[in-house]
């Protein structure tokens, strides 16, 4: 088990938008930063926020990362058939004193 | 552009030690945090641990006692060493490179390891 949990599975049509969430608790999300990747299964993750929100350079601004308390939110607009790939968020927990991540999300194009 | 390259063994026998090693090309290896990372079949992302170039290194507790990172600044390379194997340890492993706190903003392509008997 993920000490972040997220949705395994989410979809929506080419040009909608989805919303991936990521649960945690006040040891890791609460007080800690996010940062999300995308990974497509025999590829290397790709990074696509940090500290909550931030995009390194490259990525597009149609992915968008907030945090509310204990939980975060990947979002993506525009959606396209590339952007087909399972998603994690990840962020430090300060009980564990370790990096931890959720399970991952599968984004379907429909 | 910076890449990553990883390699070694990728099957082992039970009690046996897990090595890898992963090269830095075309950038700097000092003033980061080197990583590695694991993904077990069907789950989610596991932080193994990392190493600085002045040498310090922060391990996950729950593997802490089996592990060892070490670096080699003079080949830009750093290494992954994981003792008495079980099929747990069965998992695609990385290197990666920590941008900031819990943010790896660089990523080999991953070593399948498999432990059988």
């Known amino acids: 088990q993920s000490v972040l949990t997220q949705p395994p599975s989410v979809s929506a049509a080419p040009g909608q938008k989805v919303t991936i969430s990521c649960s945690g608790s006040?040891?890791?999300?609460?007080?800690?930063?996010v940062s999300w990747y995308q990974h497509l299964p025999g590829t290397a993750p790709k990074f696509l926020i940090y500290e909550n929100n931030k995009r390194p350079s490259g990525i597009p601004d149609r992915f968008s990362g907030s945090k509310s308390g204990t939980s975060a939110t990947l979002g993506i607009t525009g959606l396209q058939t590339g952007d087909e790939a399972d998603y994690y968020c990840?962020?430090?927990?300060?009980?564990?004193?370790?990096?931890?991540f959720g399970g991952g999300t599968k984004v379907t194009v429909l | 552009q910076v890449q990553l390259q990883q390699w070694g063994a990728g099957l082992l026998k039970p009690s046996e030690t897990l090595s890898l090693t992963c090269a830095v090309y075309?950038?700097?290896?000092?003033?980061?945090?080197w990583n590695w990372i694991r993904q077990p079949p069907g789950k989610g992302l596991e932080w193994i641990g990392e190493?600085?170039?002045?040498?310090?290194?922060n391990l996950n507790p729950s593997l802490k006692s089996r592990v060892s990172i070490s670096a080699d600044p003079s080949k830009n390379q750093f290494s992954l060493n994981l003792n008495s194997v079980t099929a747990a340890d069965t998992a695609v492993y990385y290197c990666a490179r920590r941008v900031v706190l819990s943010a790896y903003g660089l990523w080999g392509r991953g070593t399948l390891v498999t432990v059988s008997s």
């Open positions: 990840g962020t430090w927990d300060s009980s564990l004193s370790a990096v931890v």
């Open positions: 006040s040891s890791n999300i609460g007080n800690n930063y």
């Open positions: 190493i600085h170039l002045s040498g310090s290194t």
């Open positions: 075309g950038g700097s290896f000092g003033g980061y945090y």
